[in-house]
């Protein structure tokens, strides 16, 4: 099993920036893909960034050049970096690891996820 804890939503003024952070822990394999979903209010769960122990990354359209994700050396903690916030990018974010080792391959794992509100 894998476990992913969440950190950094909050409130923010439109403009204004947040950095969420997620800490895997568990049975973690190197070749893996780390990344962020988001759900607002009525909708469904969308892309927000993944990132691959390779390096190779995906951004939603909405976001490509305000969001930022990274890894750390360690490989188990993603970041995502948020600038120029809107209110349409208020939504519950979500963690989310998948695999592609012995143990669980393939099984997508998730977050509890963390609040981003963004309002004047």
């Known amino acids: 099993q894998v476990q992913l804890v969440e950190s950094g939503g909050g409130l923010v003024q439109p403009g204004g920036s947040l950095r969420l952070s997620c800490a895997a822990s568990g049975s973690i394999f190197r070749i893996n893909v780390m990344g962020w979903y988001r759900q607002a209010p009525g909708k469904q769960r969308e892309l927000v960034a993944v990132l691959s122990s390779s390096g190779s990354t995906n951004y939603a359209d909405s976001v490509k050049g305000r969001f930022t994700i990274s890894r750390d050396n360690t490989l188990k903690t993603v970041y995502l970096q948020m600038d120029s916030l809107k209110p349409e990018d208020t939504a519950v974010y979500y963690c989310?690891?998948?695999?592609?080792?012995?143990?669980?391959?393939?099984?997508?794992?998730w977050g509890k996820g963390t609040l981003v509100s963004v309002s004047s």
């Open positions: 989310s690891y998948v695999d592609y080792g012995p143990t669980h391959y393939g099984v997508d794992f």
